[in-house]
């Protein structure tokens, strides 16, 4: 079968491109950067020159596959443009949407998140917990409105959504991710506090599983929420320190208000040297909202299997260079 990835030198994408070679599929990937595609991506991929952002390079991409898979996207919850959210999560997979549709792409696995949905803090939730109202940060409320618009667009094409929790894994690593945040700093000793809160994880290589599984089993605008599990924040950081047998597990809850007053002072500084703060108050929003996703659906009608949080950090370690950090 032959597919598209877009974002594929991103996290997910990345991710779903290994998983679909292994398939046995044939994938192509959009990218806006034909040399730097060209190490991050393993061979036997084709590579096709394209923005989501310009819908006149998408019909190329899509012409002749069966199975779009919407990886690509702006994660980050800080930016100091927030017009890039709407610009690239909105528009770019409305885009990509009506030119798989145009071409007769018979199914598209849409990567969202697990922010469109609804709970109180510390609660549960599962795909019947849709958010009904706008969320509060640009970041959630661009892939609440990327949801509805590929639903709209996309006529008799299929559409799946695949929606992660929090990545953690092998591939490119931001200022944001979790690897930059808490692993590098713990293996180095550099975390003796962290915030309070939590959230639900998902490792890279079981969540581009997910993918292929939504692209077979799934049902047509259906969500399957993909999280390994929740944890908090110091739970996270203590595992990759035993996980690891090095490095100095955190022994300090940092109190909000003093997370709060961090996360303002940062963005205050942000917005002078347009570098994104070490936390901003979205992502304090996000940990304290502590919340237990429910990976239920995915696994009884997918088939999904979760990977244990031990198995997914120790793979992170060893396969990216991290024991070396």
Known sequence: MRVLVTGGTGKVGGAVVRAALAAGHEVRALVRDLDRAGMDLPPGVELVPGDVTNPSSLADACDGCEIVYNAMGVPEQWLADPSLFERVN?????NLTRAAAATGVIRMVHTSTID????????????????VRAKSTAYERSKQQAERAVL????????????????????????????????????????????SGGFGVVFTEGLAQGHLLAAERGRSGERYILCDEHATVMHLARTVAKVAGRGRAPVITIPTPVMTAMAVAGEAVAKITRRPPPIARCQLQYLLWNATPDSSKAQRELGWHPTSLSEGIRRTITETGLREA
């Open 152 to 195: 709209a667009t996309a006529g008799a094409m299929e559409v799946v959504f695949a929606n992660s929790a929090t990545v953690y894994g092998l591939g490119t690593t931001g200022n944001a991710s979790m690897e930059t945040q808490m692993f590098r700093p713990v293996l180095r000793g550099l975390l003796p506090a962290v915030p």
């Open 90 to 94: 909105v528009r770019g997979s409305v």
């Open 116 to 131: 469109v949905f609804d709970a109180p803090p510390g609660g549960h939730f599962d795909e019947t917990n849709l958010a």
